[in-house]
């Protein structure tokens, strides 16, 4: 089974307090083991997310999510917790105990932070590096887009409450045949996307630029307000 293109938004939060939690209490009383937990878990969460004993306890106790995130990001933010719990273990069997524990307990901070604040370190380094490289970029292959533009695209995910209804709102406010829906789990190469959650509505200009994006907790207005601002223009009535 493919592992999912999106995520719960408060799973990322929940997963780092405790690769925090574990880092910090293995700095604090200088055990590799309880570090080394903390490694497993992330690996775990990285290669076999649906068996991961972190998210089935989140699982067991979520409410449903209306909106979703995508899980590239978040694979990157984990993947930098892994390798730099690594170089941690590995300093610290080689002797180097003080190396070894500055770096588990940045690990450690860096979680922490993540969890308390919503602010996920290594995902704003993901986005931010996905959107120095679409600057001038066609996404037009990342989404499957075919055919002239501009394009209204609505990036939506299974089991996203609020994906369907901003759907619909795009769909009645911009012209007819301009909107495409993207399905993250059908399309999950749009998932490279520099957005942060789904639904996300993004304008694409005919050569394949993102001249906009708008995601959040959007109203009716704000929706009209962005597609009649970047969406194609409306043909006139005769």
Not at 27 to 52: C, D, E, F, G
Not at 64 to 89: D, K, N
């Amino acid at each position: 089974m493919k592992n999912p293109a999106v995520v719960h938004p408060h799973l990322p939060r929940f997963a780092q307090g405790v690769t925090g939690l574990l880092a910090g209490t293995a700095v604090v009383l200088r055990s590799p083991w309880t570090a080394l937990a903390a490694l497993l878990l992330v690996l775990l969460a990285l290669i076999v997310p649906r068996w991961s004993p972190v998210g089935i306890l989140f699982r067991a106790v979520a409410s449903p999510a209306s909106s979703l995130e995508p899980v590239a990001p978040v694979r990157f933010a984990q993947v930098l917790a892994a390798a730099f719990l690594t170089i941690g273990l590995v300093l610290v069997g080689a002797g180097a105990h003080l190396a070894g524990w500055v770096v588990v307990g940045l690990v450690a901070a860096m979680a922490l932070f993540s969890a308390i604040t919503g602010i996920c370190v290594g995902c704003e380094i993901y986005r931010l590096a996905l959107r120095r490289r679409s600057v001038d970029g066609d996404v037009r292959g990342l989404i499957g887009l075919t055919g002239s533009g501009p394009w209204m695209v609505v990036l939506t995910a299974p089991g996203c409450a609020r994906c369907g209804p901003v759907a619909r709102q795009v769909e009645s406010t911009a012209p007819d045949g301009a909107v495409v829906r993207v399905d993250l789990s059908r399309t999950p190469s749009a998932a490279r996307l520099p957005v942060a959650s789904v639904p996300a509505i993004l304008a694409v200009d005919p050569d394949g630029r993102v001249a906009s994006t708008a995601t959040g907790e959007l109203s009716a207005a704000e929706i009209i307000g962005f597609v009649r601002r970047f969406g194609p223009p409306v043909a006139a009535s005769a």
